[in-house]
C-alpha cells in the first residue's frame, strides 16, 4: 500500500495529522536550500531500523540539536557536541549515526566548494538509477544504505514515485518541477 492511500487508515486522528502534514507539504516536494536537503538526509538516516513516524514526531528536537542543519556548524563539531547530542533524550542517540551527521556535513563542505552547492552535486549527476545513486551516496557519505538513499531521493525529487498519480498532491508536486518530472520531459 502507497503512503498516499495508507494515511486514510491511520488512527488515532493525531498520528494521521501528524503523517499527513508531511505527506500534503513536504513528502516528494523538491528541496532549493543546501540546509534543508541535508535536514533531510539526517532524518532519514535517522528512520533506519524505526518507524518513520518517531522521526516526524522527533523532527523540532532534531532541528534544534542539530543547530538548524545548518552545514557549516554541524560540521564543526567537537568532541563536546558529539557527546551532547548522545546525550539528548529529543533525537535518536545513535553513535553512527550522530558521526554519520557530523561527517556528512564535511563532506557537503567539499561538495559544496566544488559545485556550488549541495543542490548542484545532486543535480550534476542526475539521472541515475537507484543503483547507481545507492553506489555513489555509499562512496560519498557515511550510513547511506539502499532504502536511505531511495527515501531521501524520492521525498526531495530526485526520484520518481512519491505519490501515486491518483493522490491530489501529485499534481502539486509535479507543479514544483521535481528534477525526475524535468529529466522526463528532455
Not at 524520492?154 to 521535481?178: D, F
Amino acid at each position: 500500500m502507497s503512503y498516499c492511500l495508507a494515511i486514510e487508515g491511520m488512527q488515532p486522528e493525531s498520528r494521521k495529522e501528524l503523517h499527513k502534514n508531511y505527506h500534503d507539504h513536504y513528502y516528494g516536494f523538491p528541496i532549493h536550500d543546501d540546509n534543508e536537503l541535508f535536514g533531510r538526509l539526517i532524518l532519514e538516516i535517522n528512520q533506519a531500523g524505526l518507524s518513520w513516524e518517531t522521526v516526524l514526531k522527533k523532527e523540532d528536537s532534531f532541528r534544534k540539536a542539530y543547530d538548524h542543519f545548518n552545514i557549516q556548524k554541524i560540521a564543526a563539531y567537537t568532541e563536546e557536541d558529539r557527546e551532547r547530542l548522545l546525550n539528548d533524550p529529543g533525537i535518536i542517540r545513535n553513535k553512527l549515526k550522530v558521526n554519520a551527521a557530523i561527517e556528512n556535513a564535511r563532506t557537503i563542505l567539499e561538495l559544496q566548494k566544488e559545485f556550488g552547492s549541495f543542490e548542484k552535486w545532486l543535480e550534476h549527476h542526475h539521472p541515475k538509477t537507484l543503483q547507481e545513486w545507492m553506489k555513489l551516496f555509499k562512496k560519498t557519505f557515511k550510513f547511506t544504505g539502499g532504502e536511505i538513499v531511495n527515501e531521501f531521493l524520492m521525498s526531495t525529487g530526485y526520484l520518481k514515485g512519491a505519490h501515486h498519480e491518483t493522490c491530489p498532491i501529485h499534481s502539486k508536486v509535479l507543479a514544483q518541477k521535481p528534477l525526475w518530472k524535468r529529466s522526463l520531459d528532455q
